[in-house]
């Protein structure tokens, strides 16, 4: 999902590249376009981090499950009175 929104964020940089170059505009339309740019850098950066901690965390719940798992079995149970 974030490389799709970085992908949208660069598409409007690149609009706004095409309609500053039909335009004639300056200095707004090349600061909008570089702070697109840096955000779509941005989320390509946390992308890999968030990939990494995500499976981290399904092997924590993984390992979590095979614990509870383990304790329940040789727990003594209960006897129904």
């Known amino acids: 999902m974030l490389a799709a929104v970085a992908?949208?964020?660069?598409?409007?940089?690149?609009d706004a590249r095409q309609h500053?170059?039909?335009?004639?505009?300056?200095n707004a339309v090349s600061r909008l376009i570089?702070?697109?740019l840096d955000c779509a850098t941005?989320?390509?950066n946390l992308e890999l981090p968030l990939r990494h901690a995500?499976?981290?965390?399904?092997?924590?719940?993984?390992?979590?499950?095979?614990?509870?798992?383990a304790l329940a079995?040789?727990?003594?149970?209960?006897?129904a009175q």
């Open 20 to 26: 500053r170059a039909g335009n004639g505009t300056g």
């Open 54 to 69: 995500l499976g981290f965390s399904r092997r924590l719940e993984l390992e979590l499950f095979d614990a509870r798992t």
């Open 7 to 14: 992908g949208r964020l660069r598409a409007l940089a690149e």
């Open 42 to 44: 941005a989320m390509d």
């Open 73 to 79: 079995s040789v727990r003594p149970r209960s006897r």
């Open 34 to 36: 570089m702070n697109l």
